[in-house]
């Protein structure tokens, strides 16, 4: 069991480092059904913008990322925007609610299995300090998508 649960360890290193040296979704969108937020963490210094574009229903169409940080923000904003890419506003929610839980430790995660690849994350709740690092980028996404639904979409 030690060896599996060292590998899996390993595993999900390797997908933090490979999301952070290489962050997906990395840029600016603009246009009528894009939203913007920013995040900084001044214990820190991370900082992050978060542009979503939202089509009809309110589901994300697009989401990307620019900002600066630790391995651990770029990684969980990569992260995020393949894990929110396509999500309806409530599927959304879930998981920012479960990815906050994870990396937390505060509560139980609903849908472990929907989290997928945001799982390398969970050791994050061994460092409280790194938390904010972890969650900077969902915070700042969930802002955009509550500019979408406050903007006469569905939610």
Not at 90 to 107: C, I, K, P, Q, Y
Not at 140 to 155: V, Y
Request: hydrophobic content about 40%; aromatic content about 4%; charged content about 20%.
């Amino acid at each position: 069991m030690a060896a599996e649960d060292a590998a899996l360890r390993d595993l999900y290193q390797q997908v933090i480092l490979d999301h952070s040296r290489h962050p997906r979704n990395q840029g600016r969108l603009d246009g009528p059904d894009c939203h913007h937020a920013r995040g900084h963490n001044p214990a820190c210094g991370d900082e992050v913008e978060v542009w979503l574009k939202t089509g009809p229903q309110g589901q994300i169409e697009d989401i990307r990322f620019e900002g600066q940080g630790c391995a651990i923000s770029q990684a969980s904003a990569s992260l995020m925007t393949l894990a929110l890419k396509g999500a309806s506003p409530e599927a959304a929610r879930r998981l920012m609610a479960d990815f906050h839980a994870l990396v937390t430790g505060a509560s139980a995660v609903g849908d472990a299995e929907a989290l997928g690849n945001l799982l390398a994350l969970e050791g994050v709740q061994k460092f409280p300090q790194r938390i904010k690092c972890a969650t900077l980028a969902w915070h700042a996404a969930e802002q955009a998508l509550n500019q979408g639904t406050q903007n006469g979409r569905s939610s």
